[in-house]
């Protein structure tokens, strides 16, 4: 049985070490990654060492976040995307209850406690996580499966607001949780992930797509269509980026999140009210030659000509991300990046979420993007990262130049605005 004693031990005999090339890529610091696990676990001694109903052994999971390769805006009009699982991870330390009680303590947040004897959705826990948990369970449940109590202290270095989803990991990493203590691990990376996204739209409140979960539970690049709802076909693709001499970063660019959830919501309603002039619930249902023999009438009809420019945006960055995933099958670097570029181009230009037209003057997405095109100067790529209008851009930089990149970047945005980010192989798991 894992105590904390033996786990600590195992921490100190190296038996993670061969298992964090799976979540860390190829470059790490084991004596820091040791280390975190170790305050892990002594953090979670420290938080329940008198909890009565805790029994079985101490277990160690980790869910990574995820970055957007191609496909922005796409998944919510059931579209087709690329996203790579990163190493950047949330990890918890985790023991069974014998009790219907679930703890959960998230570094630098308040304990949230849920007993799911009872699973109903409760309106006054929209936007909280009692709701998620609630919602992973209910969902465990309704599949005929079993649910129970656990208690968990979790630590993360997904960045927050940074588009590469730190709210998906978190719940994938819970569904994990309950798969792997009360159901043998019987559900695939793509089941969880349909259960994070079922509890963030149903008990959150929330109406997210499906990529950020699958990205997070599924491991390595993967292309996603959405073509049907809640049964993506995936693509696994074996590539990797520093084979080919570039990496990729993440740039957060600071900006302020406040008051930007009616931005966000505007872009996949724009494009479905496209979508419903043909009679159609989703865009994915339309041909781009449909599109635009009905141009005159849809401005007519519907004087929205960013609804029209955001429909255009999703048919052809669709088209883009077939063409962008035979890149990578056929590992042709230059034809890649020439298309991330055209992603980018079509992002700023047609979806236009690069910044608020609330707030004009707050352009910090634009401003990484002329910094960081100026920089490469024709070489590697650019693009805004995730949903937009303020956050984070990804670039794709030279490995030679990555050290001078960052550097430039910091100095605009900030100490720490720019991450270096490489493929994570392993699915979300119980690690030890």
Request: glycine residues 8%; contains cysteine.
């Amino acid at each position: 049985m894992n105590s904390v004693a033996s786990l600590k031990k195992q921490l100190e005999s190296g038996a993670l070490h061969s298992v964090y090339p799976q979540l860390y890529g190829s470059k790490f610091d084991t004596k820091i990654i040791d280390k975190r696990y170790h305050n892990l676990i002594e953090k979670h001694q420290e938080l329940f060492c008198d909890y009565k109903a805790a029994e079985g052994p101490l277990h160690l999971f980790s869910t990574a976040g995820r970055s957007e390769l191609a496909g922005n805006h796409t998944d919510h009009n059931l579209g087709k995307v690329i996203a790579a699982t990163i190493n950047l991870d949330t990890i918890g330390a985790v023991r069974k209850t014998n009790d219907n009680l679930v703890v959960l303590v998230s570094e630098g947040f308040p304990a949230v406690k849920v007993d799911i004897t009872s699973l109903a959705v409760r309106d006054e826990e929209q936007n909280t996580t009692d709701a998620l948990l609630r919602g992973i369970a209910n969902a465990f449940v309704q599949r005929g499966l079993k649910v129970g109590g656990w208690i968990a202290n979790t630590t993360t270095n997904v960045l927050k607001g940074s588009g590469l989803s730190s709210s998906a990991a978190i719940e994938v990493l819970c569904a994990t949780i309950f798969n792997n203590l009360y159901n043998d691990d019987v559900l695939s990376p793509v089941e969880l992930a349909i259960i994070g996204k079922y509890a963030e739209n149903v008990y959150f409140g929330k109406p997210s797509g499906l990529m950020d979960q699958v990205a997070c539970a599924q491991g390595g690049i993967v292309g996603i269509d959405f073509g049907v709802p809640d049964t993506p076909v995936l693509t696994p693709i074996d590539f990797a980026f520093t084979d080919h001499g570039y990496g990729i970063v993440i740039v957060d660019t600071k900006g302020n999140h406040a008051d930007l959830t009616p931005d966000y919501a505007a872009a996949p309603m724009e494009m479905k009210m496209v979508a419903n002039f043909f009679g159609k619930p989703v865009l994915r249902e339309i041909s781009f030659d449909e599109f635009e023999a009905a141009l005159p009438e849809l401005r007519e009809k519907l004087r929205n000509d960013r609804a029209l420019l955001r429909a255009y945006h999703f048919l052809t960055e669709n088209e883009r991300v077939t063409q962008m995933l035979e890149a990578l099958q056929k590992k042709d670097i230059d034809g890649y990046l020439r298309l991330v570029r055209e992603s980018g181009d079509s992002s700023y230009k047609f979806l236009q979420n690069l910044y608020s037209s609330k707030h004009p003057a707050e352009q910090g997405l634009p401003l990484a993007i002329a910094m960081t095109e100026r920089f490469l100067a024709g070489a590697g790529a650019c693009r805004v990262h995730g949903g937009g209008f303020a956050g984070t851009i990804q670039a794709y930089i030279p490995l030679t130049r990555l050290d001078d990149y960052r550097m430039k970047m910091d100095r605009i945005f900030g100490v720490g605005s720019a991450t270096t980010i490489s493929v994570r192989s392993r699915r979300t798991s119980c690690i030890l």
